[in-house]
């Protein structure tokens, strides 16, 4: 086994992830794959931790000598506290969930955008400059991914969203990182009217499990140029990508996202390139029990 890459004090790395709850969790399964293909001694434990002990906990990481953690729901939000830098994209974001511990100073990111997006580009579209795309919702997981789409130089981005408000607000925000748009859900018909669009993302968790078989926009309103793509990797193929397979599109769903935000962690923890196909089997697998 290579014990180049260690924790403080020489010993194994000692990575994690915490959340509440957090039993459901894959991450462990993945970035134990990972660490043993990559040949690395260490261990990646899931966390329970409560709001309340929250700060605590990543006071901890220092203390225990963690190479880094993850952080999920319902902590991404408030975690920016209590870390000592938050990284430029993740404060723009507003939302952290890997920490890097580099001799005690702990460094939030947000890696759940740009694994989006390297997710995206490897697996259905390599080139996202000049693209128009239309993306569904603007919660906490849509606004990593229009911050990392942003930064590929896309034509347009428009964003559709049952309350209006909020899409105009995050397009207002951001309107100068690039061309970006907002719209209600029923004025979507007229906007795919006028407008090409190449990608259609789904960011909310319309479709599901156990509400699979509901659909985040009606299927009419897709054709078959669109790469339709889902965040959602349970079920691995929604409605609205079994519909949008059906007429012909191009279709990308959610578990490459998932994947990916974890390599980019387990790089940063390593500086070793994430044994990526390793990571996709575990969770597949898992997924498919
Ligand atoms: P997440 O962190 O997963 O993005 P979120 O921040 O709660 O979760 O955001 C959920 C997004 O999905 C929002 O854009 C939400 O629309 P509203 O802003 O109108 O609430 C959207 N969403 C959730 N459920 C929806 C539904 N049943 N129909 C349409 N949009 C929905």
Not at 146 to 173: F, H, M
Not at 233 to 259: D, Q, W
């Amino acid at each position: 086994m290579n014990n180049e890459v260690k924790s403080a004090g020489g010993l194994p790395l000692l990575l994690g992830v915490m959340g509440d709850p957090i039993s459901q969790t894959k991450s462990p399964a993945m970035h134990g794959a990972a660490l043993e293909a990559a040949g690395l001694a260490g261990t990646y434990v899931p966390m329970h931790v409560r709001k309340e002990q929250l700060k605590d906990a990543i006071k901890g990481i220092a203390a225990l000598g963690f190479r880094g953690v993850n952080v999920t729901v319902p902590h991404k939000v408030d975690v920016m506290n209590y870390v000592d830098v938050v990284d430029e994209a993740a404060k723009q974001i507003g939302a952290v969930n890997t920490i890097v511990n580099d001799g005690g100073v702990l460094t939030g990111y947000n890696t759940d955008g740009i694994g989006y997006i390297r997710s995206l580009k490897e697996e259905a579209v390599a080139d996202l400059s000049g693209k128009h795309v239309l993306v569904i919702g603007c919660g906490g997981a849509a606004r990593g991914i229009v911050y990392a789409l942003l930064q590929e130089k896309p034509g347009s981005v428009i964003i559709a969203n049952r309350t209006i408000e909020k899409a105009q607000e995050l397009a207002d925000e951001w309107a100068h990182l690039g061309a970006i748009s907002a719209c209600g859900m029923e004025e979507l018909a007229n906007v795919l009217q006028e407008s090409h669009i190449d990608i259609v993302v789904n960011t909310t968790s319309v479709g599901m499990y156990p509400k699979a078989g509901e659909l985040p926009i009606p299927a009419e309103l897709l054709s078959p140029n669109m790469v339709v793509s889902d965040l959602i990797y349970n079920p691995l193929k929604t409605e609205l990508l079994v519909r949008a397979e059906s007429i012909g599109c191009r279709i990308h769903n959610g578990l490459g996202m998932f994947v990916y935000q974890g390599a980019y962690a387990f790089e940063y923890w390593t500086g070793r390139p994430a044994p990526i196909e390793a990571m996709r089997t575990v969770v597949l697998n898992s997924l498919q029990v």
